[in-house]
């Protein structure tokens, strides 16, 4: 792997390094105010209720109101937590969230007063490990809340938080390894380098460069990649950790004041992260897109900040939408989409893209690979069915056990009658049949009216107690 599209880096001045990390510490503080305010807009129109309109125009100051208020809220800490752990859980989680921004790739080179640098903090040979092992890291800041609160609850959505991240970061870190192996490095400026060329279509009679992004040959990674950034954010539908139906509030239900603000800003912070890094490896970074990229001067310049954003929010648009729509799932349903699902396509389209990249480059025809990829898709298909008729067979029979080894249902055992259970017999009760007599009518005409007069049949008044 080649470092000549890394020099760039490193050669700053003190000073624009302080305003560059000043400035990404601006930009995530005021875009996590402008996405709680979007969010509290979205979810209110597709609920058909106004959301915020008060604080400012459209109700834009109500985050800044509402993290003022947070702010000098009373801080509250109960009696038998480990303060020093107590404290430095939420500084962590936040940290961290904003170090793994420090490797995004916002745009081209600019000057800034005079002084040419990419925009960019810094960048690595393995940037996008970086981002992983810094999301990783501020795992433990949720984990250590849990756990140093004292309190049950909080220690229960700790422990999910921790099994939700080994689960769903290893999916995304497969998914990611097909990018690596197309971009030939894991620098994340190098992978939107990658994705600058483009195939030639002819449209209306004029040859135009097309932008090969990673989302159209890669797909299947995106895909993964899309479910296990939610997962890996905490986001709903899987949301468990925090889930206040089952948790109180998880691992924040003893937190308060500047503390919980500061849980609040690293989820956020987390979400623009994965948006940024989805932008970056699937959708050709700050580049603009087609036809956008028909303008000479659209990937020069500052305009180029401009595509990324629109880029970040369309992802934050996604998560928003996931929350309005989609109910929280089961703690056994989000396990089981991780580990039977996802990890296993991922290392499937992580060794089928392996292949196609060894067998093309080696010189075999197309043909051969795609009777292979035929054979894989077969093989793969071939195994859900599989298991979908073994996990048919095995609830089948469990039913059948457990209709076996359920005891008689003795009414009045209790002394006084119970009625059974759904699924329940009574043992020696038949249910009554009931028989309908002709009346004075027409023979067959179960509406005649009756002997009594009154015009109810004798099914009626055999229902009702009056036979």
Do not use: C
């Not at 937190?255 to 940024?276: C, D, G, H, I, Q």
């Not at 991922?346 to 093309?360: E, I, K, P, Q, S």
């Not at 059974?420 to 179960?446: C, H, L, Y």
Request: proline share 6%.
């Amino acid at each position: 792997m080649s470092d000549e599209g890394l020099s760039a880096f490193g050669n700053d001045p003190w000073w624009i390094i302080l305003i560059k990390a000043g400035a990404i510490t601006v930009f995530l503080l005021l875009i996590t105010i402008f996405n709680i305010w979007f969010e509290r807009r979205v979810v209110a129109r597709m609920q058909h209720r106004v959301g915020p309109n008060v604080h400012g125009k459209f109700g834009l100051l109500q985050s800044l109101a509402d993290g003022i208020k947070l702010s000098l809220k009373e801080t509250i800490r109960p009696k038998n937590i480990d303060t020093v752990v107590y404290v430095l859980a939420p500084v962590i989680a936040a940290a961290m969230a904003f170090t793994a921004f420090s490797v995004i790739p916002l745009g081209p080179e600019v000057s800034i007063f005079g002084h040419r640098t990419p925009l960019q903090l810094t960048d690595l040979p393995v940037g996008v490990l970086l981002i992983l092992a810094a999301a990783s890291l501020g795992i433990y800041g949720i984990v250590l809340g849990g756990w140093a609160s004292g309190s049950t609850y909080p220690l229960l959505g700790g422990l999910r938080s921790s099994a939700q991240m080994i689960s769903y970061e290893v999916a995304m870190g497969l998914a990611l390894v097909a990018v690596f192996l197309y971009a030939g490095s894991m620098s994340t400026s190098q992978i939107v380098e990658a994705q600058a060329g483009g195939s030639q279509a002819t449209i209306l009679g004029v040859t135009v460069d097309l932008p090969s992004w990673y989302v159209v040959v890669l797909l299947p990674s995106f895909l993964i990649y899309m479910i296990a950034m939610v997962g890996e954010t905490n986001r709903a539908p899987f949301d468990l950790p925090e889930a206040e139906g089952e948790l109180v509030a998880g691992f924040l239900t003893e937190y308060s004041s500047m503390k919980y603000l500061l849980f609040f800003l690293a989820e956020y912070v987390n979400m623009v992260t994965v948006s940024a890094l989805a932008t970056t490896m699937f959708f050709g970074g700050w580049r603009a897109p087609w036809p956008l990229s028909l303008w000479e001067g659209a990937n020069q310049g500052w305009w180029p900040l401009l595509w990324f954003l629109g880029k970040v929010m369309a992802f934050m648009f996604l998560f928003i939408w996931l929350r309005g729509t989609l109910p929280r799932m089961r703690y056994d349903q989000f396990m089981k989409l991780g580990w039977k699902l996802l990890i296993p396509l991922a290392l499937v389209w992580t060794v089928f893209v392996a292949t196609a990249r060894a067998t093309l480059s080696a010189g075999y025809q197309r043909q051969f690979f795609y009777a292979i990829a035929g054979l894989v898709v077969l093989v793969l298909l071939g195994s859900f069915v599989y298991d979908w008729i073994a996990a048919k067979r095995e609830e089948e029979q469990a039913g059948e056990d457990e209709e076996a080894d359920q005891p008689a249902f003795d009414p009045f055992a209790g002394g006084y009658p119970v009625p059974p259970m759904p699924g329940q017999k009574v043992p020696g009760f038949e249910p009554a049949t009931v028989s309908v007599t002709a009346g004075a009518g027409a023979p067959g005409d179960e509406s005649a009216p009756t002997g009594d007069g009154r015009g109810q049949s004798a099914t009626s008044r055999e229902e009702h107690g009056d036979g």
